[in-house]
Structures are given as C-alpha cells and as structure tokens.
C-alpha cells in the first residue's frame, strides 16, 4: 500500500516556474513509476509525465515537452515536477500517481493517487 500527498501547487503568472512535490508512504516506493496526471475543468485526465523506478527513464507529454522536468528522490520517497514557461493552458489540478511496470501512460494503469494539487496559471 502507498499512500501519496500533493503539495506545493498555487498561482503563477505565465511565463514563471512552479515546482510541485508528492510525498510517497511506505517501504516500496521505488517499486513503482511515478506519474503526474492533471485535469482541467470540464476536461480528461491526461498524462503529464512519467518516471521510471530508478529515475533513469522519463516519458514527457507533447504539450509539456521541454517546459517540464519529472524527477524523483527514492531516500526521500518523493516525487517531483518543475514546470517552467508555464501557460495559461497549464492550468489544472495536478495528481501524482503511482503504477507497477514501465511505461504506463494510461490512467487506469495506475494503482494509487495523490489527491491533487491546484495550478492556475494568469495572463
């Protein structure tokens, strides 16, 4: 059993960086790959960004590709997602979400969540 916990969400102006954290329990956490997913209102659950159990692959959105970095500290059981030159269209609740196997970009794929953490990005 792992239980996660978002933080570190907020309000930003476009263009500004933001980083977002998610605090794993228990003893497996460097079994699984760690993903963060986000919604907006009204719309699907979409991947972010994945990791894999040692931090050594990571899988990018095409929105998000070279704006964003997903990483991991395995001592810490924590999860990490700079976003940097963040949008407008950024702006969700952002989830971490953690799975066993690689790669894994489906939301049903994925066993345990965190409960959400809000960015919202203005103009």
């Known amino acids: 059993q792992v239980q996660l916990v978002d933080s570190g969400g907020g309000l930003v102006q476009a263009g500004g960086s933001l980083t977002i954290s998610c605090a794993a329990s228990g003893r497996t956490f460097s079994s699984y790959s760690m993903a963060w997913f986000r919604q907006a209102p009204g719309k699907e659950r979409e991947l972010v960004a994945v990791?894999?159990?040692?931090?050594?692959?990571?899988y990018y959105a095409d929105s998000v590709k070279g704006r964003f970095t997903i990483s991991r500290d395995n001592a810490k059981n924590t999860v990490y997602l700079q976003m940097n030159s963040l949008k407008p269209g950024d702006t969700a609740v952002y989830y971490c979400?953690?799975?066993?196997?690689?790669?894994?970009?489906?939301?049903?794929?994925?066993?345990?969540w965190g409960q959400g953490t809000q960015v919202t990005v203005s103009s």
């Open positions: 979400a953690a799975s066993t196997g690689w790669p894994k970009v489906a939301a049903v794929q994925y066993i345990y």
């Open positions: 990791v894999s159990y040692g931090g050594d692959r990571t």
